[in-house]
């Protein structure tokens, strides 16, 4: 009994406090200024948002910080852009170059993923500690190019595959001060959640088609419009598309919540423990009442979709120590201090891609 006191004593949830009336008017000004700016604004608008969102996530107390500076933000989007630019203009100029662009921007894709990962990694931090990422391209290149080409061949059954390989990458080569993580979630369990969602799908494009075809069958008899009037046919097809549509999404809700309880519970910080027990039936809920918030709003409840998600992701996952947490946060600062760590050579831009 007592060790249970103690095991459950030790659990620290996370907790995430913002309200929907706060961030709106964030949200709002954002979006204005953004529209105002041309995009420019869009920089100082992905800085209040992170800020706002991580200044409201608690764990034992403390609230997280983002770091980043809109410029940096700036400068990245912007040679983004100019890429872009430079592309389609060389596409126009001389077409065949297109194929020789997508062969280049492939081959940089590591590159690409390791600084952006980097990037959001070095600007995060937890009680004055910042987080980090060990970039490595060998791994980005079997992850993000190796995979990729060899799915279509396998007729997508190594995607599975690919998921846990991508998240053992991004997590496996993150850290927090000097401590590193490590996810080793079973491929098997990945396969079997896929396998899961698969045989779901396939029930539910089969519902969807009937009730589609009946959907379909009852506006064209109720309509006093002949079967072939685009109005009616379009209405048709749109209703009948709402079944599928749903489905798919009570699919995507099934996935979310099993691959983010299977890789957290599965993930360790210096032998620190995490524990996520979302449960699909609520994250369904969520996701479908909040796309029905979305439109019934004309977008402009997306804030408030946003703070409900956030706050859910925050109350269903939880940090287990294995020690004196403030005992652990002292020993990371002073190793951090000691090696120099946390200030290093990173890549001061974001990419945005």
Do not use: C
């Not at 060990?134 to 079997?142: D, F, L, R």
């Amino acid at each position: 009994m007592e060790t249970k006191d103690l095991q459950s004593s030790s659990l620290l949830p996370f907790e995430f406090t913002g309200r929907f009336g706060e961030f709106f008017r964030i949200w709002i000004v954002n979006l204005v200024l953004t529209i105002l700016t041309l995009g420019i604004y869009s920089a100082w608008a992905k800085v209040r948002t992170q800020r706002y969102f991580y200044a409201n996530t608690r764990l034992a107390g403390a609230t997280f910080d983002y770091l980043a500076e809109p410029m940096m933000i700036l400068k990245g989007r912007l040679i983004a852009v100019g890429f872009f630019i430079l592309y389609l203009g060389l596409t126009l100029i001389a077409p065949p170059f297109d194929l020789l662009a997508s062969l280049l921007f492939l081959i940089a894709m590591p590159w690409i993923v390791n600084k952006a990962l980097a990037f959001r990694a070095h600007n995060s931090a937890y009680r004055n500690i910042r987080f980090g990422f060990e970039q490595n391209y060998s791994k980005a290149i079997k992850v993000f190019i190796g995979l990729p080409i060899l799915l279509p061949l396998s007729l997508g059954l190594l995607y599975p595959f690919f998921d846990q390989r991508r998240s053992r990458f991004i997590l496996g080569q993150s850290r927090y001060g000097a401590s590193a993580f490590a996810m080793e979630a079973p491929l098997g369990r990945f396969y079997k959640t896929y396998l899961l969602a698969g045989l779901l799908l396939l029930g539910v494009f089969f519902l969807g088609g009937v009730l589609s075809s009946r959907l379909f069958e009852s506006v064209m008899t109720m309509s006093a419009q002949p079967a072939g009037e685009p109005p009616v046919a379009m209405r048709g097809s749109l209703l009948g598309l709402l079944p599928i549509l749903v489905g798919s999404l009570l699919v995507y809700g099934f996935i979310k919540a099993r691959i983010a309880n299977l890789i957290w519970n599965h993930t360790d910080l210096n032998g620190h423990r995490f524990e996520s027990y979302m449960q699909a039936r609520k994250l369904i809920v969520l996701l479908l009442t909040n796309a029905l918030a979305i439109i019934l709003s004309l977008g402009l409840l997306i804030p408030w979709a946003k703070i409900r998600m956030a706050r859910y992701r925050a109350e269903t996952l939880q940090f287990i120590p294995q020690e004196d947490l403030d005992g652990f946060l002292a020993d990371q600062a002073e190793q951090v201090a000691a090696t120099g760590e946390g200030v290093g050579d990173v890549f001061d831009v974001d990419l945005g891609l």
